[in-house]
């Protein structure tokens, strides 16, 4: 099991999830290593998590980002952080927040493909469910 040490932003998505796992590589690799440290949730102890308010429920239907400063993010307001890290896709999130209604979509379609992420993960013949097999 992993803790979740200070000075360092995590990222933490479904490793049970195709495309969960399929965007925390793109992810990584948007990053580059810089400012985040992506990893599936189940690599951390529930405990671990719950010192930042964080439960495996919430992680199994959000993604959650873990901040240096000790704030978490989850979903789609976790992806904007992220992207917040990411120039020039910080720009995308100053118009996001510019416009309500960009959020107020980006809400929506986040809870959309949450929802229906192993439905999606199948279609696109991604690995999915492979924790519980």
């Known amino acids: 099991m992993l803790t979740i040490k200070p000075n360092q932003d995590y ?15 793109f992810a990584k690799r948007m990053d580059g290593g810089k400012n985040f440290l992506v990893e599936p949730y189940q690599m951390f102890d529930e405990r671990e998590l719950m010192r930042f308010g964080i439960s495996y429920e919430q ?19 976790g ?3 992220f992207l917040w890290k990411q120039f020039p896709w910080a720009l995308l999130v100053i118009v996001i927040y510019a416009l309500p209604i960009l959020l107020v979509l980006e809400l929506i379609g986040y809870r959309l493909i949450a929802d229906n992420r192993h439905h999606i993960s199948a279609w696109f013949g991604l690995t999915a469910c492979k924790l519980r097999n």
């Open 59 to 77: 992680c199994t239907k959000k993604m959650q980002v873990v901040t240096r400063k000790r704030k978490s993010y989850a979903g789609a307001f």
């Open 79 to 81: 992806v904007n952080y």
């Open 11 to 25: 990222l933490l998505f479904d490793g049970d999830c195709g495309i969960c796992t399929w965007s925390s590589e």
